[in-house]
């Protein structure tokens, strides 16, 4: 069914209800009009009285009838039959009375066209209801007409009456049409606009936007549900009496700003606002708004709707911060591949001299060996002299290499510091003693400043804090050349559980080009605060060990007025975490194995021994696989007075341990077969005095994982390759009279 169908359908609806008015008023003037009929032509015509009586008494009652029946069910669906049942009457009472008494046809005729007329006037009904009213009207007629005597033909303005009849039936018609088009029009419209009126509050009711009319001020006067709901509201009476400015608008700016576009371009589109709800809180909406006006086209207020747009928004701004993220993600990219790539070039020229670094010692070893091997000395002093400068090299390169395995750790985040108890005071001196004797061709002394409110014992990996000292002070009087190093440590303070320390070293050198201090920590830079020679790693090993010791370093220089390297570190206070006792191990790696041989005097085939111990007496096992290693090992130690035997496995070392007496066992980690951890495991598993043989690892990796996996097999100590004869046998002595021996 078409809109045009339904509007049909609705109007004839419309007509039929509309007809019932006119149908009762229809039949109340007919009872009435016969009721004076009566009174009337009763009284003119009383030798016709009962026909006159009958006639109008007859329409009148059927009138009454139809105005009985129109209040019920029947009459209010067919009110179009009751009008033709009334009508027909009411033209048939008007026939007989015509009939009976011709005489009275032209007043008669003149009545019941009157009543014709008037009847298409006021009924409005559909144009073929009131040609049939004309037909039935015209055939009462003239059958009243037919059936009467031929004296009525000559009747005063009888044809005049006729053709009075016809013409008013004509009329009637055409009344009738035209006020039914009328009519049709104005019902019709009437439908539209309350099909409008539905639509737009169907529309209003229940739209997702918020749709609002408000007064010259802003003021809220109409709002649907929507609207209501966004902000909170629960009625149209709670947002009428609220102050919008303060209590709807963020700011009062906002609120001016809203009016004063809408009464410069009298409608806005897509503006965005920021309300506040009911309950305070915030949301963004997009308004629309225009003004509208009274029929004299003066503005009488705002009408618009909003949509709530706070999620859009933030996803707008969460868009945007990506956006943003993104594009400092790319610029953190490109400065890195920028990075890389320069790092790939300060790699390349670092390898190159790391490569000539490494060459220089070697050579010199390389050498000194080939002019002993081919007896190119002169005297013994010669080669002590030969034998001291391959030693000398071999510290250096010992120290390149150390220096690379530890910068090597830290980049794979394999650096792990120890926590053992020492005295701050005690390591400063060591390490300035090893400063100065490391460093004796430079005319610079060391002056310190030591603050004595330091606790006498902190815990923490004083090895590691030793090594960075022994950096940064070997640096500073390389770069002095000559003059005065000024070396402090300052107490900061303390936590419940950790104490802070100030460190100062300040050389007297020229300084450094400031263009030079961001790349001065980098490792693969060729820059030190020395010569301007070397790796470049001492430095940057110091400054990963100082963000390990939970401190930081910087530098402060002026050229021409020397450099200040200023750190800090953080210890634990004694007592914050027990730990068992840890032995004494001696680190031989990196600077140590090099700067504390300075510390011992006299010639290295001279070692002093402690003489209430007599090491001849003492037997040791020797456990290394490699045939070289091995010999050299046996002639140191047998050069200062033990007794050695040695094997070159873990099996022939357990079957050694069960035939002979044996005080200490030195055993290699890395062997073929079975290796040191699960040998020194079997002989823990033995049976006494056996499983408690002192038992020292020897090996060339020194990280502190393998010193806990040694350690952890049931290892005594850990001695990292390549030997220092001192210190090998300080631990061995070490060992050799711990108390246990004595059981």
Known sequence: MTQNDINISQFKEEIIKQLLRPLRTLSKFTVIAGAFALLFEVKYFSDFGVEVYSARLGASGIAFLVLLLSHF??????????????????????????????????????????????????????????????????????????????????????????????????????????????????????????????????????????????????????????FLSMLGYNGLEEIINIDVSKELYKTQKDYELYLNLLERHEKIKNHRLILKKKDGKEIVVRCSSRVFTDDNDQAIGYEGSIQDITRQVRAEKEKEKAMEDLKNAKMVADSEAVKAETESGMKTKFLSKLGHEIKTPLNSIMGFLTMIHDDLFENYKELKDFATEIQTSADLLLEIINKNLDLSRIEGGRIELSENSFNLKSEVEKTINLVNASLKNYKVSIRKEYDENIPKELVGDEKRLRQVLINILTNAVKFSGEGEVNFSVIYEGKSDTHAQLLFTVKDSGPGIDEELIPSLFNPYSSETNSSGNGAGLSLAISKELINLMGGHIEVESTKGEGSTFIFTVRFKLPGVIEKPKEKVIFDLSKDNVKKNTSIIEGDMHKVKTDESFETKKKRILLVEDNPISQNVEMKILREVGYSVEAVSNGIEAIKAVKEKHFDLILMDVEMEGMDGIQATQEIRSLEEPISKIPIIAVTAHSSMKDRERCLSSGMDDYIAKPINIQFLKMTIDQWLNDNRLAQ
């Open 73 to 226: 069910s029947f009459g209010k669906k067919h009110p179009v039959l009751l009008l033709h049942v009334l009508l027909i009457s009411i033209v048939g009472s008007f026939g007989y009375v015509i009939y009976t008494i011709p005489e009275t046809l032209v007043f008669n005729s003149h009545i019941i066209s009157l009543i014709i007329f008037t009847a298409a006037l006021f009924l409005s009904w559909e144009v073929y209801n009131q040609i049939t009213v004309a037909i039935y009207y015209n055939i009462v007629f003239a059958i009243s007409i037919l059936v009467n005597d031929q004296s009525v033909y000559f009747l005063p303005n009888m044809y005049e009456s006729v053709l009075f009849v016809l013409f008013i039936s004509m009329m009637s018609i055409a009344a009738s049409s035209y006020n039914y088009k009328l009519r049709k029009e104005a019902i019709t419209k009437s439908i539209e606009t309350a099909e409008s009126e539905k639509k737009y509050k169907n529309i209003f009711e229940f739209s997702v936007e918020g749709i609002f009319t408000s007064n010259l001020e802003g003021g809220i006067v109409n709002a649907n549900p929507a």
